[in-house]
């Protein structure tokens, strides 16, 4: 069946640093790949959607990779902020409407 | 752009009532919204997806008797919780797909606040 892992553990970094989250999938080759924010008790905020023939893509301090031979995407937030902290999902389109989602990997940046 | 909002954002209610849940759009027409449930620390669980004005196809395991779904415009879907029970105790987030356009053209979805449902 279709999986996404992605770090159960939370990400501790320092303010200032780069912070790098990882998703990681099987048994699936999605037509794109989306990073979501989403804060304790709220839904999640769209932050970015990388397609198949795209390898990297930025926004401001974000910047997402998708490499389909490892079936891996790196997610990046330069220069993080304690306003960073929160949990970052991944979401895979696996054809048609669907989408699946991991369960987030928890991001704490210390002042 | 792309907001969607939810009503009521935490709803506490006696077992065996039944509750609504209200998802709207404000900014774009949603041709499809989905509704999922969320367990503390877990993944999104999708339970169903709507598409205006047919019937709601439900994921495996979630039963359609129980929560009723509606999508009568393409700017509300509701959820109805139907005999409610504690085990219904949830995260309730809907989302919707914009019908065009946005930055990443109609395959986004944008996710309303949430709601937070507590059943006694």
């Known amino acids: 069946s279709q999986k996404i892992e992605q770090n159960s553990e939370a990400l501790n970094i320092q303010e200032g640093k780069t912070a790098t989250l990882t998703c990681n999938y099987t048994n699936y080759s999605p037509a794109y790949l989306q990073w979501y924010r989403q804060d304790p008790g709220r839904g999640p905020v769209f932050l970015l959607l990388?397609?198949?023939?795209?390898k990297e893509k930025r926004k401001e301090r974000l910047k997402v990779t998708f490499d389909t031979t490892l079936k891996q995407s790196l997610f990046h937030i330069t220069a993080s902020q304690p306003a960073d902290s929160a949990t970052y999902l991944c979401a895979l389109n696996t054809g048609g409407f669907k989408t699946i989602f991991g369960a987030g990997t928890r991001l704490f940046v210390k002042a | 752009g792309a907001v969607v909002s939810q009503h009521p954002s935490r709803v506490i209610c006696k077992s065996g009532t039944s509750v609504k849940i209200e998802c709207r759009s404000l900014?774009?027409?949603?041709?499809?919204m989905f509704w999922y449930r969320q367990f503390p620390k877990k993944s999104l669980m999708l339970m169903a997806t709507?598409?205006?004005?047919?019937?709601?196809?439900?994921e495996q395991g979630v039963e359609k008797d129980k929560f009723l779904i509606n999508h009568a415009s393409l700017t509300l879907s509701t959820l109805t919780v139907t005999s409610a029970h504690p085990e219904d105790s949830s995260f309730y987030i809907c989302s919707g797909k914009p019908l065009a356009g946005g930055e990443s053209g109609t395959d986004t979805q944008y996710f309303g606040p949430g709601t937070r449902l507590t059943v006694l």
């Open positions: 900014d774009f027409q949603a041709t499809t």
């Open positions: 709507s598409n205006e004005g047919s019937k709601a196809t439900y």
């Open positions: 990388i397609r198949e023939n795209e």
